[in-house]
């Protein structure tokens, strides 16, 4: 039996037939033929309104044994554009990356954070093992970025970026960094992390004494942002990250 169940807050209220296409079960039009025939259930009863409203966050929708095994797992690349946050619900009213996917997508899950003042590279995936992964710090996976700072950078701040940086929330592990060049007043600077501490990338530069302007994500592991445009997204294959899927031990 394929169950889906969460005990989140309300929220994500769709019709029964587009949950399941949502939930990566199958299209619409199978989902709509499953429920006429009985074989869909609701919080543990059979529905057969395929118009049924139900919470993707709170209501518990099974399907019977005989039903075809869940879709592919997928891996989304999108450039998370400038102002947009990477949560499901804001209270600030901004809109967030989920309204960009299209419906034809399942329920997808975002992988690690970037902030709203933040743009560029960000993955989705229907696979929680797979963002378990590659946001476990142990795993190391290398994300990198290139920022626009204020002030002309020196070499000293550049090993400093080096060597890590003494934050508040402990030191950060040694970073690649690389200026880029120096535009006026002020500077471009390439930085590849393996933490993913809130805002970190802003916080080691700031503690040398250069406040970020623009932040983009251009790379998480061996995944380029390449010439994708704001707001636009693209498929993956699914085992470009199965090195840190073996690590969970998980498949």
């Not at 529905?47 to 005989?66: A, G, N």
Request: proline residues 6%; aromatic residues 4%; positive net charge.
């Amino acid at each position: 039996m394929l169950t889906r169940h969460s005990g989140g807050p309300p929220g994500k209220r769709v019709q029964l037939h587009r949950a399941i296409s949502k939930l990566g079960w199958g299209s619409r039009g199978e989902g709509q033929a499953w429920i006429a025939a009985g074989r869909v259930s609701v919080d543990g009863r059979v529905c057969r309104d395929p118009f049924t409203w139900v919470d993707l966050e709170t209501t518990r929708i099974s399907l019977d044994q005989m039903a075809p095994p869940p879709a592919a797992e997928l891996l989304i690349s999108i450039h998370k554009p400038l102002g947009v946050v990477v949560t499901r619900r804001d209270e600030r009213g901004k809109q967030d990356v989920f309204s960009l996917i299209p419906n034809s997508y399942p329920r997808l899950i975002a992988v690690g954070r970037l902030d709203a003042d933040s743009e560029g590279l960000l993955l989705l995936t229907t696979s929680g093992v797979l963002a378990n992964a590659l946001t476990d710090p142990e795993h190391h996976v290398p994300k990198r970025y290139m920022l626009t700072v204020r002030g002309r950078v020196e070499q000293e701040a550049i090993a400093a970026l080096r060597n890590g940086i003494d934050l508040k929330d402990g030191p950060t592990r040694p970073a690649e960094a690389r200026l880029i060049e120096i535009c006026g007043d002020n500077s471009r600077v390439e930085l590849v992390l393996t933490e993913g501490r809130n805002r970190q990338a802003r916080r080691m530069l700031a503690a040398v004494g250069h406040p970020v302007e623009r932040l983009i994500r251009t790379s998480i592991g061996d995944l380029e942002l390449g010439d994708l445009k704001a707001g636009s997204l693209r498929e993956e294959p699914f085992d470009r990250f199965e090195n840190w899927i073996r690590q969970t031990g998980q498949r």
